[in-house]
């Protein structure tokens, strides 16, 4: 606190130092002007100074005469009195004149002065002795010789005065002439150092201010909360400085940190739709599950005995039962597979085929099936059971209630960097609001009677969930005409390796 | 725009540093302005008083030039008094006022008067030493003469008229019956230019006029002179007030070129005259070296009381060949 009051330094000294820049400068001005008002009026001072000092002298001597008169005239001892007084008077005034060593004209008359009183009184001293002696015919020399005298000072004073009068009408005259120069000099000086101080008032209040307006109108705009402001750059070398740095990193920090939380909350705000996510694929797989099981109330069960069968049949030699027994405990088996996992296009075309050789041996004649398949992406990898629920689907609703001619077809073709599987069947189509409602996924109630009891909801929703879609178009297309039949297209994307995403 | 503003803020400090500097420079040199410089002088030795016959001749003038000059080179007080106009009573008064005021020296010109010589003893019995300059007082207990022998100028005036007339010359003196000249002095000069003209047969003093009265009275002489039937064609005259008027006269009846005039003194209108022809010429003692030669000889006097009683100055001869010359010194003393 101490050191603070002390310290000499930024705003502090340029404040210090301006104000005594200017107050320096109307101390010279005041000064100077003060001084020459001195200067003149001493030196008129001394012009009169001479004049009366003379004038006095001069008195003097006139009253001296006067007195000596009175005194030779009439003996009084007033005049006596006064004469002695101004004896001493004058003669003290001599010596003081001739003690001053002055070798000028002036001078040299005063001297003379001092010489001529000196004889003056000696003269009048004699005349006034001689008076008292009564020799009266030496007093009269004596008197009328001082006043011869007297007349002479009278005389030389005049002179004096004549050329003090000259030398101080010179003197006058330059000293009026010198005081026009120096009150015009004066007024100039005035007038340049107010003009001079104002110039600098407002040059350094401007410099002062001017980084702090800077300041505070980035500070004004940073509070409303924009910080994409230029840093300020301040060069004054003063606490101003210090402020517009530390202000500078403030508003960095401040944005940075303001970024990082950003950053914060998007990332959470995508785990949270993650996690939705997660849970809904969840709540679907063990909807499915459970409806699976609901629907196979012993699959291991039925699977078992159907193999026990299929050996049956075969022992017995009954060839074509074992076939079809063994492919309907494939099927199962098939159907026995949790629904999270994936497998490849081959597996689910396997099964549709089993699907179809057992619907064949159960309907002969009335559904026809056919499968054409591209070869190259058999190894694409997708959600189990999803293809047979679809042919299932076409059957029991397209073909079921037909009596001949019913034809389901299933082709696997690569279109660009999809897989398209189109399934259909000839059978009797559907009106656009029911194609709506299928796609929609709201509609439930067809998946009762189907062998995993999956409808095309909960296909739509495990397609869309596996390859994180929204858009229903992505993964399914139904194409139907009443009477004509329908045709449905599932778009699995050709994304290997994209199960780790899951 | 930053980068503008700081290095206007730079710019702006390096002329205000220079501004307040200049300021302050102003200051003090106005500061030395105010102080009037004093040259110091020496405390004179002595104190010498000079009086003059008058205060407008050029030639006390000059004669205060010299002896203010021999004053500095001598380091003593010189005070000059002399009246404006010629005038005994008043030289007769500084004279006592000096003796009154008990200064080292007195310097004085005198006239040929009584009053002078006592006062000169006055002095004398004060212990005061008297000079005399110009004219002498030769009974008078005067410690030196400081001047031109009269018998000299006289005989270069004479000179002067052989050149002027060529030899042939009725001549008329004017000399001046003022009281400033002994009759000594006066006669002094007449034998001095009778003795330059007596090789010469033909050149004859007509006639020896004394004026009066100052300018009106050689003005009448002159007059006199045209009109009378000596057929006289030069005069001389000893005094520069007569030498004027006679110049005067001699203008306005158109008689320039027909009488020479040999005259006394440098005066601007003696010179003007001398310049335009209507004088032929002037003889004059040196009124410069009159007046350093009274200084120093006065010093020499208090320093070791034993000097020449008579300094000769030597005589100038103005002419129009070197007329010019004196011109510039009246202006320098004017």
């Not at chain 1, 003097?60 to 005194?71: A, F, P, Q, R």
Request: aromatic share 10%; charged share 25%.
């Amino acid at each position: 606190m101490q050191k603070d009051m002390w310290r000499f330094t930024g705003i502090r000294r340029k404040l210090i130092v301006y104000y005594l820049i200017i107050t320096i400068l109307m101390g010279i001005t005041s000064f100077y002007s003060y001084y020459n008002a001195k200067l003149v009026i001493n030196r008129l001072k001394s012009i009169f100074v001479d004049y009366i000092y003379l004038n006095n002298l001069n008195a003097d001597v006139n009253m001296l005469e006067t007195e000596v008169e009175k005194y030779l005239s009439t003996k009084s001892s007033d005049a006596l009195l006064n004469y002695y007084t101004l004896y001493n008077k004058l003669q003290e005034q001599a010596s003081a004149i001739l003690n001053k060593k002055n070798y000028d004209q002036d001078g040299l008359m005063l001297k003379d002065i001092g010489n001529m009183i000196e004889s003056l009184l000696n003269e009048t001293d004699a005349a006034i002795n001689a008076k008292r002696g009564r020799i009266s015919s030496e007093y009269i020399a004596h008197f009328t010789r001082s006043n011869k005298i007297s007349e002479y000072i009278k005389l030389y004073i005049n002179n004096l005065l004549n050329s003090k009068l000259q030398e101080g009408s010179l003197k006058y005259a330059s000293i009026t002439k010198n005081m026009e120069f120096i009150s015009y000099l004066n007024v100039f000086l005035i007038i340049g150092s107010i003009l001079f101080n104002i110039f600098l008032a407002i040059f350094f209040t401007y410099r002062i201010t001017k980084p702090l307006i800077d300041l505070s109108h980035l500070a004004v705009r940073v509070s409303k909360g924009d910080f994409d402001v230029r840093p300020l750059s301040i060069k004054t070398n003063d606490e101003i400085n210090i402020l517009a740095e530390a202000f500078n990193k403030m508003v960095v920090s401040i944005k940075n940190y303001i970024g990082e939380i950003k950053n914060q909350a998007e990332v959470e705000k995508k785990l949270k739709e993650q996690e939705m996510q997660n849970l809904k694929m969840r709540n679907i797989l063990k909807e499915a599950e459970l409806k699976a099981l609901q629907s196979q109330i012993n699959p291991h069960f039925l699977f078992n005995t159907l193999n026990a069968a299929a050996q049956l049949a075969m022992m017995e030699g009954a060839d074509k039962s074992s076939e079809f027994i063994e492919n309907v405990a494939n099927l199962f088996r098939y159907n026995l597979k949790k629904l999270g996992t994936t497998v490849t296009l081959q597996d689910e075309i396997n099964n549709v085929k089993t699907y179809m050789y057992i619907l064949k041996t159960r309907f002969g004649d009335r559904v026809d099936f056919k499968v054409d398949v591209d070869e190259g992406v058999l190894d694409v990898e997708m959600p189990c059971t999803i293809i047979q629920p679809v042919v299932e689907n076409a059957f029991i609703h397209g073909l079921e209630d037909t009596e001949k001619g019913g034809f389901i077809k299933l082709t696997v073709k690569k279109d660009n960097d999809k897989v398209l599987i189109e399934v259909i069947d000839n059978g009797i189509g559907m009106s656009e609001e029911k194609v709506r409602a299928i796609l929609s996924a709201d509609n439930e109630d067809l998946s009762k009677r189907h062998v995993t009891g999956i409808g095309m909801h909960n296909i739509i929703n495990r397609l869309r969930l596996f390859y994180n879609t929204s858009a229903i178009e992505d993964v399914i297309e139904i194409d139907s005409k009443i009477g004509e039949g329908t045709k449905v297209t599932l778009k699995i994307p050709l994304m290997k390796g994209d199960k780790e995403n899951d | 725009m930053k980068t503008l503003n700081e290095k206007f803020f730079k710019l702006m400090d390096k002329v205000i540093l220079i501004l307040v500097i200049l300021i302050a420079a102003l200051s003090i040199f106005l500061y030395k302005l105010q102080k009037v410089e004093e040259p110091i002088a020496k405390t004179p030795q002595y104190h010498f008083y000079m009086v003059a016959q008058n205060s407008v001749d050029p030639f006390w003038k000059e004669v205060k030039m010299g002896a203010m000059d021999a004053a500095k080179r001598y380091n003593v007080a010189i005070e000059f008094n002399a009246p404006k106009f010629n005038n005994i009573q008043e030289e007769l008064q500084y004279l006592d006022i000096a003796i009154l005021s008990k200064v080292d020296g007195i310097i004085t010109h005198v006239s040929n008067s009584k009053e002078f010589v006592d006062l000169i003893e006055e002095a004398y019995k004060e212990g005061i030493p008297v000079i005399t300059i110009e004219n002498d007082a030769k009974d008078s207990k005067r410690q030196a003469f400081i001047g031109t022998n009269s018998f000299q100028l006289g005989e270069e005036a004479g000179k002067l008229m052989i050149q002027a007339t060529k030899g042939k010359a009725n001549i008329a003196i004017i000399v001046s019956n003022d009281y400033q000249l002994d009759t000594v002095n006066q006669n002094l000069k007449i034998n001095g230019f009778l003795d330059a003209i007596k090789d010469y047969p033909q050149m004859k003093v007509v006639k020896v006029y004394t004026s009066k009265l100052g300018t009106l009275s050689a003005e009448e002489i002159t007059q006199s002179i045209i009109s009378s039937k000596q057929n006289i064609n030069a005069i001389y005259t000893t005094d520069s007030v007569d030498t004027i008027g006679t110049a005067q006269v001699i203008v306005d009846f158109n008689k320039v070129g027909d009488i020479a005039i040999v005259g006394y003194g440098d005066t601007a209108d003696i010179l003007r005259y001398i310049d335009k022809g209507i004088i032929y010429g002037t003889v004059m003692s040196d009124p410069y070296r009159i007046g350093y030669e009274s200084v120093k000889s006065m010093v020499e006097i208090k320093e070791k009381n034993n000097v020449s009683t008579f300094v000769d100055i030597g005589v100038n001869i103005i002419t129009k060949d070197n007329v010019k010359e004196y011109f510039k010194r009246i202006q320098s003393i004017e």
